[in-house]
């Protein structure tokens, strides 16, 4: 059973991941929260997905990590199990022309993701402890 992985088959949770989904939810505000899901795939358990969207609207984490959720939520976070091959669907076009299927794919495909890594700081980081806590460029490396 797993919260968050690299693809989107899932199975029931039993109630010791169920209490494991609700305790995660509820520390929103660690970005290392967010780093560990992004890790595992970005895709989330939907029993997990819907403890995570009442905790935003129950108890909302800092702006910085609000955006972060929400780009996560919303599917445009770059994930292991969103890899598209323009080759194939390009050998696909020639044979079968531009049918609905592919036009989803090519939507799909060009569809703006973000992909999140740590960052590197130097040991003399510029800022307070709290301000550098706070952005979202210094919480994570977007591309």
């Known amino acids: 059973m797993l919260l968050a992985s690299g693809s989107r088959s899932w199975n029931g ?16 505000g660690n970005s290392e929260l967010f780093l560990w899901v992004i890790a595992r795939g970005g895709n989330l358990h939907p029993q997990f997905e819907w403890e995570l ?9 800092s702006p910085s990590l609000q955006v972060l959720w929400a780009l996560l939520l919303s599917g445009r976070v770059k ?10 669907w390009s050998d696909r076009l020639k ?10 794919e090519l939507n799909s495909a060009l569809a703006p993701v973000v992909k999140f890594s740590r960052p ?13 806590k706070t952005s979202v460029s210094t919480l994570f490396n977007g591309k």
């Open 120 to 132: 590197y700081r130097w040991p003399s980081a510029e800022g307070t402890p709290e301000e550098r």
């Open 95 to 104: 044979a079968q022309g531009l049918t609905p299927t592919l036009r989803f």
């Open 53 to 61: 969207r009442r905790r935003l609207k129950d108890d909302p984490p």
């Open 13 to 28: 949770l039993d109630e010791a991941m169920k209490h494991m989904a609700r305790w995660l939810a509820r520390h929103l």
């Open 79 to 88: 994930s292991r199990s969103k890899h598209h091959d323009l080759y194939s």
